[in-house]
């Protein structure tokens, strides 16, 4: 108090570089989870689901305490503006998603909601990548994958078309 007792004005807005970095440090466990898959120089697609568990991770290892989750309609109709807003080329509809592993080992398919890095990787269908986002510790604990962190995906491609 005793440093500004004599200032007659308001203190100056932020401006160019301050007011970038107070915007970064204010970002949302949101923001920064959808930057960090949609800004990947890698990311081909990702589906809703896994978008929705990767949300929930990042919560739980964040903001243990917080009990306001978002359900999973009103997220993914959030990342659906989000991508509209700060990623135009990214594309979402509902399309077949292939995950092979299932019961004997076959490929199992289902739809969902899945965003694609631009219309012609929007196919009609798609592999189950979540591989490349969440991992299963030893202990059998849902983890992040840390973006850049190489993960291969040794499966044909031609097998999910």
Excluded at 3 to 18: G, I, S, T, V
Excluded at 98 to 124: H, I, N, P, R
Aim: glycine share 6%.
């Amino acid at each position: 108090m005793t440093k500004w007792k004599n200032q007659k004005h308001p203190p100056a807005a932020l401006h160019d570089e301050d007011y970038a970095a107070v915007k970064k440090a204010q970002k949302s466990v949101f923001e920064e989870l959808m930057e960090s898959v949609f800004n990947d120089p890698a990311f081909e697609h990702v589906t809703g689901a896994t978008l929705y568990e990767m949300y929930k991770l990042v919560i739980k290892r964040d903001s243990p305490s917080t009990r306001a989750i978002k359900g999973k309609g009103t997220f993914l109709q959030d990342v659906e503006r989000w991508v509209e807003r700060e990623a135009p080329t990214v594309t979402h509809k509902t399309i077949n998603i292939f995950k092979s592993g299932g019961v004997g080992g076959k490929t199992q398919k289902t739809s969902g909601k899945v965003f694609c890095s631009d219309e012609s990787a929007a196919k009609k269908s798609v592999p189950d990548n979540s591989h490349k986002y969440i991992t299963v510790s030893e202990y059998g604990v849902q983890l992040l994958v840390e973006r850049g962190s190489p993960i291969e995906d040794d499966r044909p491609e031609e097998m999910f078309e």
